[in-house]
């Protein structure tokens, strides 16, 4: 579904992804691992447009998006879910749903509000709350929530766990996982190794910009030396 090959990417003069390759197939959750400032957020700008790729190229559903202009990587099919959340504080939950409507017309069962407070029943308790009134997990799961008001077949969740509190990641793992069985690839950037091992179907590990290593969680879980190497603390 979205290749990577041979991506750089600069910020001005800093050059912070070379020759980045790594693919994601129909119906996986592949998890981006490494220490922070490792390049995963990066990798995720650039697959998405926000940061343009100096080299190489990006391609989903065999269609070339380097260089093409966000909201159009957006309208192909990826939903991008940033780690800095960025909901709307000053309107309700329902209405943060409804600007993230997006409806292709290519005749695959659509997201309804209905359906994402099922899956978010947190967010159906809160949907006349404004966003401004909800805890950080709550405006997790809505930042969520909004982007697949956009029906993407594709997630890319940066940092999903990040400054939650325990009982609120088990839940988005939960989560993810319903997302997979509903037909969804996601792609996830993380450093909770434990968060990864509960969603992920394979990883890649990226330092200085650089993958460093790819294999299946299986594998991942039984090499001590490159948990050590590249995830420790």
Request: proline share 3%; with cysteine; hydrophobic share 40%.
């Given at each position: 579904?979205?290749?990577?090959?041979?991506?750089?990417?600069?910020?001005?003069?800093?050059h912070i992804l070379h020759a980045m390759s790594l693919k994601v197939d129909e119906g996986e959750v592949v998890a981006l691992l490494g220490r922070n400032g490792?390049?995963?957020?990066?990798?995720?700008?650039?697959?998405?447009?926000?940061?343009?790729?100096?080299?190489?190229?990006?391609?989903?559903?065999?269609?070339?998006?380097?260089?093409?202009?966000?909201?159009?990587?957006?309208?192909?099919?990826?939903?991008?879910?940033?780690?800095?959340?960025?909901?709307?504080?000053?309107?309700?939950?329902?209405?943060?749903?409804?600007?993230?409507?997006?409806?292709?017309?290519?005749?695959?069962?659509?997201?309804?509000?209905?359906?994402?407070?099922?899956?978010?029943?947190?967010?159906?308790?809160?949907?006349?709350?404004?966003?401004?009134?909800?805890?950080?997990?709550?405006?997790?799961?809505?930042?969520?929530?909004?982007?697949?008001?956009?029906?993407?077949?594709?997630?890319?969740?940066?940092?999903?766990?990040?400054g939650l509190a325990p009982v609120i990641v088990e839940q988005m793992a939960r989560t993810i996982l319903d997302f997979k069985k509903r037909g969804l690839?996601?792609?996830?950037?993380?450093?909770?190794?434990?968060?990864?091992?509960?969603?992920?179907?394979?990883?890649?590990?990226?330092?200085?910009?650089?993958?460093?290593?790819?294999?299946?969680?299986?594998?991942?879980?039984?090499?001590?030396?490159?948990?050590?190497?590249?995830?420790?603390?």
């Amino acid at each position: 579904m979205l290749e990577m090959d041979s991506v750089d990417a600069h910020y001005g003069r800093a050059h912070i992804l070379h020759a980045m390759s790594l693919k994601v197939d129909e119906g996986e959750v592949v998890a981006l691992l490494g220490r922070n400032g490792a390049g995963k957020s990066t990798t995720m700008k650039t697959i998405m447009g926000l940061v343009p790729a100096t080299a190489g190229r990006i391609r989903f559903r065999d269609r070339e998006i380097a260089g093409q202009a966000p909201h159009r990587i957006c309208r192909l099919g990826i939903g991008y879910v940033p780690e800095e959340r960025r909901i709307f504080t000053g309107i309700t939950v329902q209405e943060n749903l409804e600007v993230g409507r997006f409806e292709p017309d290519d005749g695959r069962k659509l997201w309804s509000v209905d359906d994402l407070f099922e899956v978010f029943p947190n967010l159906a308790e809160r949907r006349s709350n404004l966003g401004n009134q909800l805890s950080g997990g709550e405006q997790q799961m809505l930042t969520i929530a909004r982007t697949l008001m956009g029906n993407p077949l594709l997630v890319i969740l940066d940092e999903p766990s990040e400054g939650l509190a325990p009982v609120i990641v088990e839940q988005m793992a939960r989560t993810i996982l319903d997302f997979k069985k509903r037909g969804l690839t996601v792609l996830i950037s993380e450093q909770n190794l434990h968060f990864a091992r509960m969603v992920a179907d394979r990883a890649y590990i990226i330092e200085k910009g650089q993958v460093r290593y790819q294999g299946t969680m299986a594998e991942l879980e039984a090499d001590d030396t490159v948990r050590d190497t590249y995830l420790a603390v």
